[in-house]
């Protein structure tokens, strides 16, 4: 009777992730709210959003609510390879949406691995993303690819290239058509186009795309990407979770910062991902640390909906009782009807506008439910 | 029951052509033809819903997920970036993104240059690009008055066949980018219903072939 009105949405998600990312030994990391915005000035490119709440603090340095979880874990983190490091964080950031003005206060879920990570730890990450994912909704896909092999057919241009930038939005967004676009403009170097076209084109079930994508992978001389894919995503071969994997190459990211496995969850209920993640080992190396790292965040304010109930009813009961009662009969049947399982409203005259599934007047300490 | 495959279609001539695309491709949907003051059409036994939206608001519907697919031009997917698939060139609705003036109009380079546009994002980009400091006056329409009326030196705006530009006595000086009707998804449905998306997209694909 009462579970409905016990939770919210994102406490019960966060409980559940929690617990499942601490029995697979996560340790919990809390942070402060705060960071040096000096950290953040640096590494602009690699926040989801361009805004960030700043203020001067009692020292006169310039902090920054922090608008990310990842760089504060990197910051306060000393390398440790080859041991790694597994945590796990629910912590609020401070965003600017898309197109919104203002900021948003906004719950993130993630896990890390930072150390001596190897395949088998981003296999296990990967897991843990779909574990989450399934643990969300019975019916989520976990598109998963290798940064490898963009950044080994557009390795001709330079980092910043604006060509370079423009072929992987292309492939970030399957327009096979953009290639010629852009072609037309920017003489590409040989074979660039075909091969761009051909990553869009190796999307799907792993069965049907990876040999698509080892093809590739010889082409360009790196069979390890390719390796590298199959041997993460063999944790799911004979599991329920087998189905929803997809590899897809328009999972992609700043090269400056992500490399290698990089991966994204969706729900069929939610119209966004809902998980992010991947490997990160040259945002570290730009942080000057030698560790490797991997990890993934939800997104919980994208889940706001999924699984949205409409309670027939805000509390179980309207308890309704005269002004000149005493508190002590009051509270005492508040509580005698608590214990029979039920949520009380007690109030002198009303509710303004909640529902209730019965009311009940408190008369002579009594409580009389009305017919 | 497959689920229902929404689709946003840009309000006017280009949407009607799209349709008649995609009632070809399989997707057919009559009671779209006789439309009144409905926005909403649904043919459950082809599993295909319609909406008619403002061309501009096609990419809030896809990307969003309120649309699984719907069409949108060139000008507006480089206009506000929406996070969707671009899966096909239609290739309809051809027009262009251009900068037109005065006939007489010189660009003077030690003056900050005054653009007038609908299109604010694309014309930063396309001047930020050639190190051209601009001004922006964003407009909603009748772009073309402005530099007739000393609001700006020059406009960015689409250019179909050049009449209107022609009767207000301007001249196209550059064209930014070509234009046509595009074929978008949402991400999530394009997991979800992969079916029906890439059938569809292989039928147009076809049929233009």
């Known amino acids: ?371 | 029951m497959p689920d229902m495959l929404n689709i946003a279609l840009p309000k006017g001539r280009l949407g009607e052509h799209v349709y008649d695309l995609f009632e070809q491709a399989g997707f057919p949907c009559p009671s779209i033809r006789n439309p009144g003051r409905r926005l909403i059409f649904e043919n459950e036994e082809a599993g295909v819903r319609y909406f008619w939206v403002k061309p501009s608001d096609v990419t809030v519907y896809v990307e969003r997920g309120a649309a699984d697919i719907g069409v949108a031009g060139r000008d507006i997917l480089l206009e506000y970036e929406p996070d969707v698939y671009e899966l096909c060139d239609l290739g309809i609705g051809k027009c262009r993104m251009a900068v037109a003036a005065p006939r007489d109009f010189r660009d003077d380079m030690r003056r900050t240059l005054r653009v007038a546009t609908k299109f604010r994002h694309v014309a930063e980009t396309y001047y930020a690009a050639r190190g051209r400091e601009i001004d922006i006056i964003h407009l909603n329409g009748s772009i073309e008055i402005a530099p007739i009326v000393g609001l700006s030196d020059v406009i960015v705006d689409i250019v179909e066949t050049g009449s209107t530009l022609r009767e207000n006595n301007l001249v196209v000086f550059e064209t930014v980018f070509p234009i046509s009707a595009r074929l978008i998804a949402n991400k999530s449905s394009h997991k979800f219903k992969n079916e029906a998306i890439s059938r569809l997209v292989r039928e147009i694909a076809g049929g233009r072939s």
Not at chain 1, 8 to 14: A, F, K, L
Not at chain 1, 70 to 81: E, G, H, P, Q, V
């Open chain 1, 1 to 371: 009777m009462t579970e409905n009105f016990s939770f919210t949405n994102d406490e019960r998600i966060i409980f559940t992730l929690r617990a499942l990312y601490t029995k697979y030994g996560y340790q919990p990391y809390r942070m402060s709210k705060f960071e040096e915005y000096d950290l953040y000035s640096r590494n602009k490119d690699f926040l989801v959003s361009e805004g960030v709440i700043t203020f001067t603090d009692t020292s006169g340095r310039l902090m920054a609510l922090k608008p990310d979880v990842t760089l504060s874990i990197i910051k306060n983190t000393r390398d440790t390879a080859p041991d790694v490091s597994k945590l796990c964080y629910d912590e609020n950031v401070y965003r600017s949406p898309k197109g919104a003005s203002g900021y948003r206060e906004q719950m993130q879920i993630g896990l890390e691995q930072i150390g001596g990570v190897d395949l088998c730890g981003v296999s296990e990450v990967l897991w843990l993303a779909a574990e989450s994912l399934a643990s969300l909704s019975g019916d989520f896909v976990l598109d998963v690819s290798h940064l490898g092999l963009a950044s080994a057919i557009l390795s001709p241009l330079p980092p910043r290239d604006a060509t370079r930038t423009a072929l992987l939005k292309c492939a970030a967004d399957k327009n096979l058509h953009g290639i010629a676009e852009i072609a037309k403009d920017h003489p590409l170097p040989d074979g660039m186009g075909a091969r761009i076209a051909a990553l869009i084109e190796a999307s799907g079930k792993p069965a049907r795309a990876l040999p698509r994508l080892r093809a590739l992978a010889g082409e360009l001389g790196i069979p390890e990407a390719a390796d590298e894919l199959e041997t993460v995503l063999s944790v799911f071969d004979g599991t329920p979770y087998a189905d929803a994997i997809r590899i897809d190459t328009s999972v992609t990211g700043d090269m400056n910062y992500y490399n290698d496995i990089v991966f994204r969850g969706f729900l069929r209920e939610v119209s966004e991902p809902v998980l992010s993640g991947g490997q990160y080992d040259m945002l570290m190396k730009r942080m000057r640390r030698t560790d490797r790292a991997v990890g993934f965040a939800v997104y919980l304010d994208r889940l706001e909906r999924l699984g949205e109930t409409h309670p027939d009813a805000d509390a179980d009961v309207l308890l309704l009782y005269p002004s000149d009662t005493p508190p002590a009969d009051v509270h005492r049947a508040v509580t005698a009807l608590i214990a029979e399982g039920r949520t009380v409203f007690a109030a002198s005259h009303g509710a303004g506008r909640l529902t209730f599934r019965a009311t009940a007047d408190l008369i002579g300490g009594e409580v009389i439910f009305r017919a």
